[in-house]
């Protein structure tokens, strides 16, 4: 009797551990609004702190995770953008598959597939919608791929219908593509989302507000990228509110203006999920004494460690600058309601954890259907800024759930994870060609990098003005088959406007362009008689 006891009772134990195990992978508490993650998958090939692997995702943060993107081919089906990068296939990293397998962590994530952004362009995609046929062959191809890799859905991020190449028909078109997409997906319960743009003239050339409301599950409002260095004057990347003296032009480009303008023309509040962004825009000064907002600039300003764009800094990176170097004059304008920041010429308006915060109590204010944010690998993952990982991820849930404490500790501790959890280890003699795993990578200013596969001897590289990107992808250096690059576009937000990084292939092989992989020089005809 008292065996069976003392049995039932180490039973009951194990039990109790299993499932407060359990527990702890799950999220801690129940909230009506969506947090929505996007994530730019190319932050693979970002150095040191910046480089951000599946992995360093915590997936009880967010209740929907977005891969971005997908691209559309030229048979008008979806298409893997960066085949190594996001498929096992041809010995590939598997980004797809191990983004799907945070479900496992959290049984109520949702993940998505986005299909565009910027460098997509609107072309291809007009082109597509205008035609029964060829929609007929996306969406089934939508369906194949989503279930293939098993995401939970698509999040359509065409940027414009009626602008950038496509036609005023595609307003109408849209929604067709829409409806038809609605209804392939309702067998397999699939998600269907889209990324939509908060300027005023966009909206109207591009969006039937009310049948998107009624089509999509949610709508992500991009309500950022107001000013930038396109610009003349120094302007907030996101501000809240307009200012006073706002020029007429100026007046419609702040978050406020977006929200009540989407909700004046018809968009479900509960579907409407405003977009909050976890980086920054810099600008240079004209003039260091002129240095508020509205204060003139002669162009970009400084570029980020880690994502290496001209006037654009992930949070992560604002944040090391601030902490770190002396000088920065922080300023806070009541109506813009986020910090901006200045040191000499340089000047960087961006949002922190009290501007977040205060970002989400409006839309809680204006009944709106979540956050979401772009995008999760700059914001301080790996909390070197403030002693916890995702502060302003942290900040956003906090709010939403209506707790004042911090989020529970991270599911996974990543702090040491700077390489990939895969390995691709050099060809032995009659083994298969792999492709080195870039490890360690640099932009804009190529030169020669130290791959997993790499030897200890440094080649002297060729001259750098030979490389050039007209398209993304894997390519041979003109010169050299051992040194192979990759044209990766930047986020969006620039045309034609690429990030190189350099790889050279392990001992004894060279790039194959056909294959898009390194091989033995016997498989690859055009480089088998050269020395290297």
């Known amino acids: 009797m008292h065996k069976t006891m003392g049995r039932i009772l180490s039973l009951l134990v194990i039990l109790g551990f299993i499932i407060s195990i359990q527990a702890d992978l799950m999220p801690k508490s129940k909230s009506p609004y969506k947090v929505v993650c996007y994530l730019g998958s190319w932050a693979n090939y970002r150095y040191g702190d910046g480089k951000f692997l599946i992995e360093d995702i915590d997936p009880r943060l967010c209740t929907h995770l977005i891969y971005g993107f997908a691209k559309l081919g030229h048979d008008n089906k979806i298409a893997a953008y960066d085949t190594y990068l996001d498929l096992k296939e041809n010995w590939g990293l598997g980004a797809y598959n191990r983004f799907n397998e945070l479900k496992k962590k959290n049984s109520e994530l949702k993940t998505l597939l986005a299909i565009g952004g910027w460098n997509e362009g609107s072309t291809k995609y007009s082109m597509m919608a205008r035609n029964p046929s060829s929609r007929k062959i996306f969406v089934e191809s939508c369906v194949n791929f989503l279930t293939k890799y098993g995401f939970d859905g698509l999040d359509l991020d065409w940027e414009y219908p009626a602008a950038r190449g496509g036609t005023p028909e595609d307003k109408k078109n849209f929604v067709l593509l829409l409806m038809e997409l609605r209804e392939a997906f309702k067998p397999n319960n699939m998600l269907l989302t889209a990324a939509v743009s908060a300027g005023q003239k966009t909206i109207d050339g591009a969006y039937d507000i009310p049948a998107l409301g009624k089509y999509l599950d949610f709508i992500n409002l991009m309500a950022y990228d107001f000013h930038g260095g396109w610009d003349k004057l120094t302007g907030h990347n996101a501000p809240l509110y307009l200012l006073p003296n706002d ?43 002129q240095n508020d907002l509205n204060a003139p600039i002669t162009g970009k300003g400084i570029a980020g460690e880690f ?71 700059t914001d301080d993952f790996r909390g070197r800024c403030h002693g916890h990982k995702y502060p302003l991820l942290q900040t956003i849930n906090s709010v939403l759930s209506g707790s004042s404490e911090p989020i529970p500790k991270e599911v996974t501790d990543n702090d040491n994870s700077i390489f990939p959890k895969t390995s691709t280890e050099l060809p032995t003699s009659k083994a298969k060609p792999t492709v080195p795993s870039p490890s360690t990578t640099v932009s804009t200013t190529p030169r020669v990098v130290t791959g997993s596969t790499r030897s200890n001897k440094i080649p002297v590289f060729p001259n750098k003005d030979v490389l050039s990107c007209s398209q993304s992808g894997y390519f041979r250096h003109p010169e050299n088959c051992k040194f192979f690059y990759l044209c990766q576009p930047k986020r969006p937000g620039f045309v034609n406007d690429y990030l190189i990084y350099l790889f050279t292939c392990g001992a004894g092989t060279v790039f194959s362009e056909k294959d898009r992989i390194c091989n033995f020089p016997v498989n690859v005809p055009e480089c088998k008689e050269k020395n290297y």
Not at 250 to 266: H, I, P, Q, R, T
Not at 316 to 333: P, R
Request: proline share 4%.
């Open 307 to 377: 994502t290496r764009e001209q006037g654009f800094l992930g949070y992560n990176e604002i944040c090391k600058k601030l902490e770190f170097e002396k000088g920065w004059n922080i300023k806070v304008e009541k109506h813009i309601a986020a910090p901006y920041a200045v040191k000499e010429r340089q000047w960087i308006g961006y949002d922190d954890i009290k501007s977040i915060k205060t970002k989400v109590n409006y839309l809680i204010k204006m009944n709106l259907g979540g956050a979401m944010i772009w995008s999760i690998e």
């Open 247 to 289: 020029s007429e032009d100026n007046k419609k480009l702040n978050v406020d203006f977006a929200v009540k303008y989407w909700l004046e023309k018809g968009a479900p509040a509960e579907k409407l999920i405003l977009g909050l962004p976890f980086y920054g825009r810099s600008f240079t000064l004209r003039d260091p004494e």
